[in-house]
Structures are given as structure tokens and as C-alpha cells.
């Protein structure tokens, strides 16, 4: 494991939650009606420590803003943060090693991102830069400037070689790393754009805006390969799946989104995942487990292979604005605007092995204290919902001497979760009444899902039969036009060849006019070679002058000249 495991940062300790709170999932056991009439100051629920779920490994304290962006860095030995503070923070995990600040940005940094290597770190800012930087004391930088917009959100390829960047310009671009030059731009958004990420095989990437519009892009052929409008809000989070078969997105409507890239890209699941607007998006590297936070105050852990609620995390003192797995999975950090750090460690892993010991079990059954509304909930530190096959208790806070009263398990997160294509696990055999009670609410959300399907599947199907309505009126009416042209076409050719004929005839009357003056101006006597030929004006109009008669003439020339580059335009 990471060092930062072991041994603490001498200037950066961890920070404990307050006593009455506590970081694991508990699960209370309920005692006799007499225990319930004992003093509240002697009076304490028997608690099993769970060590399933999330535990807060690590608190940095450094930022004067709110953390907008975190990023392990791929040896877990580093972890970036961009914050308001226009300041740039990479955090050691080795006890001798003080964090690093690096200040060059001259606006808020709103995303930081490793490289896949771990050799440079990216930072985009409001001041329209990236910045690449090298994670070590001296802090050495290259500014890569092109937008003309915020930079909201960036991107690496998997090899590192390409960085994706988007901004307040409406575009994404797409840089080499290696030369720091500009390759292409990506353009198709209508507003700012929020989010983008590239797809782990490196040939597409997708981008959120406040359009409220998702876009899939071809970055070889640099086009646009699906659009995607579900959300009712501007976009702030986008997020292939490991595997690049699915795309997550998160938006101002509170919601999470996820879309099969693989069957006509239609949407697979539809979460109702927070009270406030969603921030940001991550996924664990298994792919089963989605990370949400919001700026209700809280980060969700998702498990989208089963699509259920699995932890509500409830740290922070104020919106989270930023959240992130490690590459390997095993730890995740948030930030928000408390302008704290904090690193937890997942415990998955461990999660997975008590849902198979408690699916070997089925008789062991474990009595689980819900609150019952928010007020009963007033700083806790993790709370999740139990999976209907593996009995996953929830994690709250009970303040001292308090008992919590228990809650019907099928009124537990009934909106939450939406989904298409799920199908429930099969019951156990030896499943009590609170399970079945469970199975029961789960058939009912799931028969719901259908009928909200079937019927967008009917809008779709009327949105398409307008659509062919439409088309055949297109195709009628460019028919119509076409003809209308061809009209128009052949009386401009029959308006041409009448007008070269005149112009035929012009030029013809032209020719024997100057046929005729040659002639005159060859009956003409003329003096001696070194005179001026000298020519009394005639007072008959039929005897011009010679003068007269070579104006004439050029004048004639010229006419001609011009008459003939008309015909040839022609």
C-alpha cells in the first residue's frame, strides 16, 4: 500500500471527524424493552463496526479556495489539486516530502490531471492557459495558450501523447504533448464547454456544455459522431466507461446518465442521484462502481453493475466540487469549497467478500436503524442503501444516548435509482419478510421503469412518423423547385442565343461600315509623307473630315472589341 497508509505528514496530519461521528458502517442490534426505559447517559446501542465501507485516510488543509480538481498521480505516490486560490498544489504521501504550491496561473485553476506516465501534470485556468508541469520541487512549466475562453476541463490519451482541452470558446482542442502544438479543433457546441474525456482506445472522445447537450467525437476524422439530449440542464461531468462500452454524464439537473456506446447508443440507466446540481463523475477501474459528487454536500458511490445506491459520504462542510478514483481503485479523493483535501480508501474489495459470506447465510439476519427523514441525519459521515441481494447495511451517525427508530426497508431511497434493462437477482431461499418486503419494492420500481420506457419508446415513435411526414414534404417541395429551375434554365438559354444572333447581326453591320470608311479614307489625296495630312473641313455632312473619320473608326474598333468579348462571355 502507499506509504501515506503507514505514516503520517508531519505538516499535514490527518484530520479526525468529531467523536460522535463515526467512518464506518454500523449496524445496531436491538435490545429488550427494558434496556429502552435505562438512563440515555447509560444507555448505548451495541455497534458492529463494518470495514466494508469508505474510510478517510487523509485530510490536507492548503488551499485558500475551493478545490475545484484532484488527480492521483499513477505511482500513488502524489495528489494534484486546483483550486480558486489561481494556485496549482501537489501533495506528497511520503512523511519527508513537504507538498509542493506552484503559482503561475493568474486566474482560479479549474482542472489538474496527471499524465499517464506520471511525469507531467496538466493545469487548465479561467486565464485562457494550460499549463504543463513537471511534479518536483522546482515546479518547471510550459504555457500552451489557443483558447480564447476559460479552460473548463482537460483530457489525456491514454499514451499520453495527446492532451484534449475544453473551454468558454464554445470548442475543444486537441494539443501534442511532446511538442506542446496545436493538431485540431473540435467544433459543434452552442455554449461553454464544461467537460470532456478521451475513450481509454483513444480514438473518441466526449464532451458535456451548458447546451445541455453530450457529444461523441471521432478525434481521427475530427466529426461528430452522436448527440445526445436527455439531460434538462448545462452538463458539468462526462466519463468513459474502463472498457469504453458505456458514457457517463452528470448535470445541473441533479441527475447521472449513462448511454451504451455499443447497440445505437441509447440511454442504459438513469440516475435521480443528488438534491443539488452534480459536479463531477468517476469510475473504478473495475467499472462497477461509479463515483458522483454534488454541492449538496455529499459524495455517492454508485454500483451501476447492479444499479444501486452503495455510500453517501457527507464530509464536507460545503459543496463538493470535485471528486476522483486512484488509478488502481483502491482509494478516492474529494474537495470542495471548505477548501479541504480528503483521501479515502474504498474498501470495496472487502465489500464484496461479506456479500458472499452474508449470501452463504441467509439465516443470519442483522436489524438495520434508518433515520427517518434529513433532520435525523445532522452531520453524518458515510450512509448508504442496502443491495437487495447482498445485505449491505447502511452507515449513519446516532448522537449519544439517542436511539434511532427503525424504517421500513422498502420506503428507503425509493426515487433514486432508475434503470432500463436491469434484471433483479434471484430471492434466496430462506428470505424473511424485510427481504421480501425489498424484492417486492424492487418489482414495483422495476415495473415503473418499464412503463416510463414504453412510453418514450411511443414519443420516439411519433417523433420518427413526423419525421417521415416531414421528409415526404421535403422531398416534394425540393422536387417542385427543381423543376422550376429547369424552367428557368431554358429561358435563359433561349434569351442567350436570341441575343448572340442580334449580336451577329450588330457585328456584321459593323464590318461593312468599316469597309465603306476604308475606302473613303483611301480616295483620299495626301500631301507629301513628312506633312500633316491637311483636310478642309466639308460643310456636307456625307464628307466628314479626316480627323472625324479615324475617330469613327477607333470608336468603331473599340465598339467591335467589346462586342465580341460580350459574345464570348456568352
Not at 115 to 120: A, E, F, I, R, Y
Not at 340 to 362: G, R, T
Amino acid at each position: 500500500p502507499p506509504p501515506f497508509l503507514k505514516t503520517s505528514h508531519a505538516r499535514h496530519p490527518p484530520t479526525r471527524p468529531p467523536t460522535n461521528c463515526f467512518l464506518t458502517r454500523q449496524h445496531f442490534r436491538i435490545a429488550d424493552a427494558k434496556r429502552k426505559k435505562m438512563n440515555k447517559d447509560k444507555t448505548h446501542d451495541t455497534q458492529i463496526l463494518d470495514p466494508s465501507c469508505p474510510q478517510l485516510e487523509r485530510t490536507f488543509r492548503g488551499h485558500r479556495g475551493c478545490v475545484r480538481s484532484v488527480s492521483f498521480s499513477p505511482t500513488m505516490q502524489q495528489l494534484a489539486t486546483g483550486s480558486d486560490d489561481m494556485s496549482v498544489m501537489v501533495w506528497n504521501f511520503k512523511p519527508s516530502m513537504r507538498a509542493y504550491r506552484y503559482i503561475g496561473h493568474k486566474a482560479a485553476v479549474n482542472s489538474v490531471l496527471f499524465s499517464p506516465t506520471g511525469d507531467l501534470l496538466a493545469s487548465g485556468s479561467t486565464d485562457k492557459t494550460i499549463k504543463l508541469w513537471i511534479p518536483s520541487v522546482q515546479g518547471e512549466s510550459t504555457t500552451i495558450k489557443g483558447h480564447s475562453g476559460s479552460i473548463r476541463a482537460l483530457s489525456f490519451s491514454s499514451d499520453g501523447k495527446r492532451l484534449l482541452s475544453a473551454s468558454d470558446d464554445k470548442t475543444l482542442k486537441l494539443w501534442s504533448v511532446n511538442t506542446h502544438r496545436f493538431i485540431s479543433t473540435l467544433s459543434g457546441h452552442t455554449s461553454w464547454v464544461r467537460s470532456c474525456s478521451v475513450s481509454p482506445d483513444g480514438r473518441m472522445a466526449a464532451s458535456g456544455s451548458d447546451d445541455k447537450q453530450v457529444k461523441l467525437w471521432d478525434l481521427d476524422k475530427r466529426t461528430c459522431l452522436a448527440t445526445f439530449y436527455d439531460h434538462q440542464a448545462p452538463v458539468s461531468s462526462v466519463a468513459f466507461h474502463p472498457d469504453g462500452t458505456c458514457l457517463a454524464a452528470s448535470s445541473h439537473d441533479s441527475t447521472i446518465k449513462i448511454w451504451d456506446l455499443r447497440m445505437n447508443k441509447e440511454l442504459l440507466q438513469h440516475y435521480n442521484a443528488h438534491d443539488d446540481q452534480v459536479n463531477g463523475l468517476s469510475f473504478h477501474s473495475s467499472g462497477n462502481w461509479l463515483l458522483s459528487s454534488s454541492n449538496d454536500a455529499t459524495v455517492k458511490v454508485w454500483d451501476v453493475q447492479e444499479g444501486y445506491l452503495a455510500y453517501v459520504v457527507t464530509a464536507h462542510t460545503g459543496a463538493v466540487a470535485a471528486s476522483a478514483f486512484s488509478p488502481n481503485g483502491e482509494f478516492f479523493s474529494t474537495g470542495g469549497s471548505d477548501n479541504m483535501v480528503m483521501v479515502w480508501k474504498s474498501n470495496f474489495d472487502k465489500h464484496e467478500k461479506l456479500a458472499e459470506v452474508s449470501a452463504l447465510s441467509p439465516t443470519t439476519q442483522v436489524k438495520q436503524r434508518l433515520p427517518t427523514s434529513k433532520k435525523d441525519i445532522k452531520q453524518p459521515i458515510v450512509d448508504t442503501t442496502a443491495r437487495a441481494a447482498k445485505k449491505a447495511s447502511p452507515i449513519m451517525r446516532q448522537e449519544k444516548g439517542e436511539q434511532a427508530p427503525v424504517q421500513d426497508p422498502t420506503k428507503i431511497n425509493r426515487d433514486l435509482f432508475e434503470t432500463t434493462g436491469f434484471h433483479a437477482p434471484p430471492m434466496p431461499l430462506h428470505a424473511g419478510s424485510d427481504e421480501v418486503m425489498e424484492k417486492m419494492e424492487h418489482v414495483y420500481r422495476q415495473l415503473d421503469i418499464v412503463s416510463s420506457t414504453m412510453q418514450r419508446f411511443q414519443e420516439r415513435v411519433t417523433i420518427a412518423e413526423d419525421k417521415s411526414i416531414m421528409d415526404d414534404t421535403f422531398v416534394k417541395t425540393v422536387a417542385a423547385r427543381q423543376e422550376a429551375i429547369e424552367v428557368e434554365v431554358k429561358d435563359m438559354a433561349k434569351i442567350l442565343l436570341e441575343s448572340n444572333r442580334r449580336n451577329e447581326d450588330i457585328i456584321r453591320q459593323m464590318a461593312e461600315q468599316m469597309k465603306i470608311m476604308q475606302e473613303k479614307l483611301q480616295d483620299i489625296p495626301r500631301r507629301q509623307s513628312n506633312e500633316p495630312l491637311e483636310v478642309t473641313k466639308a460643310a456636307d455632312p456625307e464628307n466628314p473630315s479626316n480627323e472625324d473619320l479615324e475617330r469613327q473608326l477607333h470608336k468603331l474598333q473599340e465598339e467591335e472589341r467589346n462586342l465580341l468579348q460580350e459574345a464570348e462571355a456568352m
